[in-house]
C-alpha cells in the first residue's frame, strides 16, 4: 500500500511582501518592487510561489534539525547538487536532477558536435521528490498597497524606494509519499534514475535492503529492484519534514515586514491514495470575495466521502485566536467521526507524527 501524508495549512500574515515579483511595471520609478500576484475571476490574489515555501522548508530543517544539506555546484547557466540521496536528505526529501557535464568536440567539417564526458558523473541522474507542495495564495482578494521608503542617511535628498505590501489569510497544501523516503531506483526512466548502477551495487554491498517496486515491472513481469535505507533513517526524515512546520520561517523583506508564516490551521491525514482530498475547505465570501470564510462542511463532506481511503486519524490543529468562531462546528466533527482530532496546532503536528511512524513499513 503505499501510503501518502496529506497536508493542508492555512497562514495568517499582516503588512508583508512575502515573495516579490520583481520591479514593478506599472510604475515609473525603478526601485518599485510589485508582490507576486495571480487572477481568478477578474479579481487578484497575492502568492508565494511553490519552490519559495520549499526554500523555507529547506532552511528550517537545516537551520532547526541539523541536516547536512547537499552543496551546490555551479557550471555555466546550470546548477546541481551532489545527487546522494544516502549522505543528504534533502537530496532525498526534496529531488534533484544532475545532468552529465558536456564538452563541444570539432567534427571534421568544423561544426560543434556535443559529446559526454565520461567518468563518475557521466550519468544523467533524476528523482522525482516525494515532497510536493503547492504555492501559497491568498483565500481572499486581496489589493496590495505600495509603501514608500526613504534611503535618507546620505547628504542632499533621499533615495526613494518602493515595495507592495499585503495583509491575507492564504492556503496551501502538501503531499508526502511515505514509501517513496528513503526508497531509491536506478533503472532508466526520467524522475527514476536516482542512482548510477555503481552507486546501486555499492548499496547492496552495504546491506541496504532490496526491495520490490511495487509498480514498475521489466518485459518479464518481474518487478523491479529498488534499494531502501533502513527504517529508522527514514522514519526520522519524514518526521523532520513535518515537525518543521512548527517553527518554519521565511519570507522576503523580513528586516521590516518579519512574518510569522507557521500554520495557523493545520490539517493532516494518511491516505492510500494520490488525491489530496482537502484543496476547497476555505473559500472566500464569493460576493466581493474579500473574507476568508473555513468551509466547514466541506471538511465533513470529504471526511464522509473518503472515509474509505483514510488511515488511522485525521488531525486538525488551530491557533487560539484564529477564527475561533468556527471552535464549535470543528468540535462536533470530532463528535461526529471517531477518527477526527482538533487539537492546537503543535500538538496536531506532534500527534501526526506519532501516528505516522507506525504507518512505515
Given at each position: 500500500?503505499?501510503?501518502k501524508t496529506q497536508g493542508f495549512i492555512l497562514l495568517d500574515v499582516d503588512v508583508v511582501a512575502?515573495?516579490?515579483?520583481?520591479?514593478?511595471?506599472?510604475?515609473?520609478?525603478?526601485?518599485?518592487?510589485?508582490t507576486k500576484k495571480i487572477y481568478k475571476d477578474g479579481r487578484s490574489y497575492t502568492y508565494v510561489s511553490g519552490q519559495a515555501w520549499r526554500y523555507w522548508w529547506r532552511e528550517t530543517l537545516k537551520n532547526s534539525f541539523a541536516w547536512q544539506l547537499s552543496p551546490i555546484t555551479r557550471d555555466?547557466?546550470?546548477a546541481f547538487t551532489e545527487a546522494n540521496p544516502f549522505v543528504y536528505p534533502d537530496d532525498d526529501l526534496f529531488g534533484y536532477m544532475r545532468a552529465p557535464k558536456k564538452e563541444k568536440k570539432k567534427s571534421k567539417k568544423g561544426a560543434d558536435t556535443d559529446i559526454k564526458v565520461e567518468g563518475e558523473n557521466k550519468d544523467t541522474l533524476t528523482r522525482i521528490s516525494p515532497l510536493k507542495n503547492s504555492v501559497f495564495?491568498?483565500?481572499?482578494?486581496?489589493?496590495?498597497?505600495?509603501?514608500l521608503s526613504s534611503m535618507a542617511r546620505q547628504e542632499g535628498d533621499g533615495a526613494l524606494y518602493g515595495k507592495e505590501e499585503y495583509s491575507a489569510i492564504m492556503k496551501g497544501m502538501f503531499s508526502l509519499d511515505l514509501f517513496q523516503v528513503g526508497t531509491f531506483s536506478s533503472y532508466n526512466k526520467t524522475g527514476f534514475k536516482n542512482l548510477t548502477e555503481k552507486a546501486m551495487d555499492e548499496a547492496i554491498k552495504k546491506g541496504?535492503?532490496?526491495v520490490e517496486d511495487p509498480f514498475v515491472r521489466d518485459t518479464n513481469g518481474v518487478s523491479?529492484?529498488?534499494?531502501?535505507?533502513p527504517r529508522n533513517i527514514r522514519v526520522q526524515r519524514i518526521v523532520d519534514t513535518i515537525a518543521a512546520?512548527?517553527?518554519?520561517?521565511?519570507?522576503?523583506?523580513?528586516?521590516?515586514?518579519?512574518?510569522?508564516v507557521t500554520p495557523k490551521f493545520i490539517?493532516?491525514?494518511?491516505?492510500?491514495?494520490?488525491?489530496?482530498?482537502?484543496?476547497?475547505?476555505?473559500?472566500?465570501?464569493?460576493?466581493?470575495?474579500?473574507?476568508?470564510?473555513?468551509?466547514?462542511?466541506?471538511?465533513?463532506?470529504?471526511?464522509?466521502?473518503?472515509h474509505d481511503q483514510f488511515q488511522g486519524t485525521i488531525f486538525i490543529g488551530k491557533r487560539s485566536g484564529f477564527m475561533d468562531e468556527y471552535d464549535a462546528e470543528l468540535k462536533a466533527l470530532e463528535a461526529d467521526f471517531p477518527n477526527v482530532r482538533v487539537l492546537t496546532v503543535n500538538q496536531a503536528i506532534d500527534q501526526y507524527c506519532e501516528q505516522v511512524t507506525t504507518q512505515i513499513p
Open positions: 500500500m503505499n501510503l512575502l515573495n516579490n515579483a520583481g520591479i514593478s511595471k506599472a510604475n515609473s520609478n525603478d526601485n518599485n518592487v510589485e555555466s547557466k546550470i495564495v491568498s483565500v481572499a482578494s486581496t489589493s496590495p498597497v505600495t509603501h541496504f535492503n532490496i523491479k529492484r529498488m534499494i531502501q535505507l512546520l512548527k517553527n518554519i520561517s521565511g519570507g522576503a523583506m523580513q528586516t521590516n515586514n518579519m512574518a510569522d490539517v493532516l491525514a494518511t491516505t492510500n491514495s494520490g488525491n489530496h482530498p482537502f484543496s476547497h475547505i476555505v473559500k472566500n465570501d464569493g460576493v466581493r470575495a474579500e473574507r476568508a470564510l473555513l468551509n466547514v462542511e466541506g471538511l465533513r463532506e470529504v471526511i464522509s466521502d473518503y
